[in-house]
């Protein structure tokens, strides 16, 4: 496979932390963007830094072009950073789904049509992670399963209107071991739960997919992969 030009959000830790790594390890040119600096000078990669979070549409987009003005181009992008708390609906702050909203849906759509046009230039590769969670919906967690089920429909829409012109691969991993459980705010949830994430699947296992999706765009377009741990889940 030829080296690429690869822009990953959410690269400060958990499964971006781990896409980096994986995908610098086999030679990309990588493009790291997150909100915490310290997190992605700390990875000591090479490439280059982008500092935004995906929220602010103006900032992404002049990230965005950052990156294709000193690259001339992007091939792939990880649309990766996300957030999820996890509480009963009937008990959660209204300010917690806007939240998952606004960076779970808003902040991926905000990567997506800042990148597009540089996709479709390159005949590029985009690649979001959603979730178990947007095809199955579990207690505690439904606005979250409602932020991943709509980037699931964002990704059918775009592999279906733009085949042909860029590849579309829709990631959906069960329970990760990262930080991911540690942004719940209700103390009994993530107690329930912190063993239940830690015991889930590892970064790398969701970053060998990515790279595996990469792979194949030479032969064919792998257009969803869902990854669960070897257990039962809830």
Known sequence: MSTKVILVTGAGSGIGQATARRLSGEGHTLCLMGRNRAKLEALQLPGSIHICDVR????VRAEVNAIQGTHGRIDAVVNNAGLGYFNPIAEAPLAEW????????????NVIHACLPHLMASGGHLINIASVGGHNVFANSGVYCATKHALLAISEGLRL????KINVTTISPGPVATPFIEQTKNPRLLSEYKDYFAAGLQPDTVARQIAYALTM????VVSEIIIRPKRVER
Do not use: F, P, Q, R
Not at 56 to 59: E, H, L, P, Q, T
Not at 217 to 220: K, L, N, T, V
């Open 98 to 109: 806007h939240e998952m909203v606004d960076v779970n849906v808003k902040g991926a759509l």
């Open 217 to 220: 765009a030479e032969d064919g």
């Open 161 to 164: 209107e733009l085949s042909g």
């Open 56 to 59: 602010d549409a103006d900032a």
